[in-house]
């Protein structure tokens, strides 16, 4: 069984940088057919997925975050990061990490483990 | 406002069946794109209860059924328990905004 963990600082500084790393255990980041994401929660409200890498490096993200994030991957430890720049309170959420099944063309993705969750807040 | 519209919430009596609607456009679910659903229980992560349109993953009850037409899709839960309280979702790809996960704005599920 797949297992995600978050971690990072809980609390950021508006105009600074957000960064979080996902720790996977109990399978492989190399695993074939599989993406690894981030998804956002803001506060009392839906998911937003931000965006999501494959273990070659390739990236996609959500083109209305494109701007200020970065996601990278570390598959000698098995993790994956994300870097979201500029915050502003607007970006206080549950940050999910999740790992992404490939449906195929014309399917689209989806996301079938994810990690507990970590509380971002930006304030100063 | 989500790409996606859900109701914001549905309730029924234990043992009853409910559906919760997932309504796209001709850019994602109108597109043939498959819907997933997952529920989230009171300060959990989410978790996949549906993919595919109609599939559950190994250990989801088959009280749990989805279903896919034209530009919606739908969640039946028939044996209505109490540990089904939890907000639900449904998610899909929507071309024309290039969003490969887009979700709909949940709907809170409450058993009377």
């Known amino acids: ?124 | 406002q989500s790409v996606l519209t859900q109701p914001p919430s549905v309730s029924g009596a234990p043992g009853q069946r409910v559906t919760i609607s997932c309504t796209g456009s001709s850019s994602n679910i109108g597109a043939g794109y498959d819907v997933h659903w997952y529920q989230q229980l009171p300060g959990t992560a989410p978790k996949l209860l549906i993919y595919g349109n109609t599939n559950r993953p190994s250990g989801v009850p088959d009280r749990f059924s989805g279903s896919k037409s034209g530009t919606s899709a739908s969640l039946a839960i028939t044996g209505l328990q109490a540990d089904d309280e939890a907000d639900y979702y449904c998610q899909s790809y929507d071309t024309s905004l290039s969003n490969l996960g887009v979700f709909g704005g949940g709907t809170k599920l409450t058993v009377l």
Do not use: M
Request: charged residues 10%; aromatic residues 12%; contains cysteine.
């Open chain 1, 1 to 124: 069984q797949v297992q995600l963990q978050e971690s990072g600082p809980g609390l950021v500084k508006p105009s600074q940088t957000l960064s979080l790393t996902c720790s996977v255990s109990g399978g492989s980041i190399r695993s074939a057919g599989y993406y690894w994401s981030w998804i956002r929660q803001l506060p009392g409200k839906g998911l937003e997925w931000i965006g999501h890498i494959h273990y070659s490096g390739s990236t996609y993200y959500n083109p209305s975050l494109k701007s200020r994030v970065t996601i990278s991957v570390d598959t000698s430890q098995n993790q994956f990061s994300l870097t979201l720049t500029s915050v502003t309170s607007a970006d206080t959420a549950v940050y999910y990490c999740a790992r992404t099944v490939n449906g195929g063309y014309g399917h689209g993705n989806y996301f079938d483990f994810w990690g507990q969750g970590t509380l971002v807040t930006v304030s100063s």
